[in-house]
């Protein structure tokens, strides 16, 4: 009897998937698997296809154990934990599930913003507290208030200027979202040529220069590996703030965490750090300039549902000779 491994430490369970491949299979066995290596190898033999989570990673000397292994499908948009060029030259076809968090990921962004310019955490705080009216913003006279010296000054969005790295799917959604609030914006993106809408393309530095609000959207790959670091982040304005959407690899961490100490920008918001889980003494996580959640921005009532379907039916599509929504090398 041929096998399905599932392998996945996040998710408690995996009735969606087993519906579908008993459905659309015949004579399958599926296995829930967690990561112990001793586990997994104990069921390598009659291997057909993998549904695997991202962080797992797949490399060539674990594939090579699977003699019989066609498939392999990864539960998110990204799949760098496969050795693809491996995953080739074995003829093990492999998948990724693109598109199942776009507006979850898009609107993470835009509640960043908001969270940031309202200021919402901070005067939820202060009406607890007793303040009320103009005075809950600041003992300041208003007249004197500047949004250059007061941090907890609420901003208008409206007129602000959004700048997106990474103008994919998702990095387009933010920008239709963001224009519709009223902001400029402002893109980069090498592979995305300049386009007749509002949106505006330009250099990496000088985006960085005009944004008020910085969205991470870009894919991690060689050239995005720390493509925001200590030279570069000097480039954004004290008042700016910075939202990773994407991956953490693509921040210098330490650049961005003696910004933030520095006072040289304003704020962040990360779903995404350069090893995770965080680690409870990592520095961002006690900042209160810092809005931290714990990778999980593309979860919803309804991305759940997709991501489960779309990386199962991409398993079956490639076991079944189609090529699936995700194909990577298939």
């Not at 202060?126 to 007061?150: H, L, T, Y």
């Not at 993106?189 to 991470?216: C, H, M, Q, W, Y």
Request: proline fraction near 3%; charged fraction near 25%.
């Amino acid at each position: 009897m041929r096998k399905i491994l599932i392998i996945d430490e996040e998710f408690n369970q995996h009735k969606i998937e087993k519906e579908i491949l008993e459905r659309e299979l015949k004579d399958i066995k599926i296995i829930e698997l967690d990561y112990s290596m001793e586990e997994i190898i104990k069921h390598r033999e009659g291997v057909v296809g993998i549904l695997v989570q991202i962080d797992f990673q797949v490399d060539k000397k674990f594939m090579e154990q699977f003699q019989t292994l066609r498939a392999i499908s990864v539960y998110g948009g990204g799949y760098n934990n496969i050795d693809v060029n491996a995953a080739t030259a074995l003829g093990i076809k492999v998948s990724r599930s693109p598109n199942y968090c776009n507006h979850e990921v898009a609107e993470y962004v835009i509640a960043m913003i908001l969270n940031f310019s309202k200021k919402l955490t901070y005067l939820n705080k202060r009406a607890k507290q007793g303040f009320w009216g103009a005075k809950a913003i600041s003992s300041i006279p208003v007249d004197e208030w500047s949004v250059e010296e007061m941090d907890i000054l609420p901003q208008r969005v409206h007129g602000s200027t959004l700048f997106i790295i990474g103008y994919g799917k998702i990095g387009k959604l933010v920008g239709q979202k963001g224009t519709a609030l009223g902001m400029r914006v402002l893109y980069y993106d090498p592979n995305i040529p300049a386009t007749s809408n509002n949106e505006e393309r330009v250099t990496l530095e000088e985006g960085l220069k005009r944004a008020d609000f910085i969205a991470i959207t870009a894919s991690l790959n060689d050239s995005s590996i720390s493509l925001l670091n200590s030279k570069n982040i000097p480039y954004v304005k004290k008042t700016a703030y910075i939202i990773n959407a994407a991956r953490g690899k693509i921040i210098d961490e330490n650049a961005l965490i003696d910004a933030l100490k520095d006072g040289k920008l304003r704020g962040a918001a990360l779903d995404v750090f350069l090893s995770e889980p965080l680690d409870v003494n990592n520095p961002l996580i006690n900042m209160d300039r810092v809005f931290v959640t714990p990778h999980s921005i593309y979860i919803s009532d309804k991305s759940m549902r997709d991501l489960k379907n779309l990386a199962t039916n991409n398993l079956i599509s490639m076991l079944t000779d189609r090529k699936p929504e995700g194909c990577v090398n298939c």
